[in-house]
């Protein structure tokens, strides 16, 4: 489950219609099609390997070692792109379900922080009314120095929106309307 942050402008987009669910994220080009090279590579150190009659040990060692290194990479390359379709998947099934049949609800949020180069790291979870009672989930924001908008803080309320069978929780948050919120509750 992921937990989309929405840091609005207005206290009053905070209530206003939830609009186009976030996109997954696309992962880069070297991040999507690297295992391609490297599989070549493989294919073509073991080609070399078996064409070169009588190789010195030296030479057939090397050979064995880079079609290792090369089957690794692959290996490892291809795994990345099996996890980021995984998730880019996963991901867009959220934005269907969201886009379909979002629901809105007041949650609130516990905050924890901690300083990161360029800004602060936070961390927390998110509760809201969910079909089965109380849902929570883990969420983290990077809110570097130079943002104009103000961070949730402890125990103040959000505003989310969720849908059954959804792996993303979209939360927007301002602070005015999260203290206006606290008036009128307290």
Do not use: I, K, N
Not at 53 to 77: H, Q, R
Not at 110 to 127: A, K, P, W
Not at 151 to 174: E, L, M, Q
């Amino acid at each position: 489950m992921s937990v989309v942050w929405q840091q609005v402008a207005t206290p009053d987009d905070v209530d206003g219609p939830l609009g186009d669910p976030p996109a997954p994220p696309r992962p880069g080009l070297v991040r999507r099609w690297l295992w391609a090279p490297a599989l070549a590579a493989t294919v073509a150190l073991y080609v070399v390997r078996r064409t070169v009659e009588d190789p010195s040990p030296t030479l057939e060692a090397w050979l064995v070692l880079g079609m290792f290194a090369a089957a690794l990479v692959t290996a490892v390359a291809a795994l990345v792109r099996y996890r980021d379709d995984q998730d880019r998947a996963s991901a867009t099934r959220g934005a269907s379900a969201l886009a379909t049949g979002a629901r809105s609800a007041t949650g609130t949020v516990t905050v924890r922080e901690r300083r990161v180069r360029g800004g602060r790291m936070l961390s927390g979870v998110l509760s809201y009314p969910g079909a089965d009672g109380t849902a929570s989930e883990a969420w983290s924001l990077l809110v570097r120095d130079d943002d104009e908008l103000a961070p949730p803080r402890a125990g103040d309320p959000v505003a989310v929106w969720w849908a059954p069978g959804s792996d993303v929780v979209v939360a927007r948050y301002h602070r005015a309307w999260a203290d206006d919120v606290r008036r009128r509750a307290g």
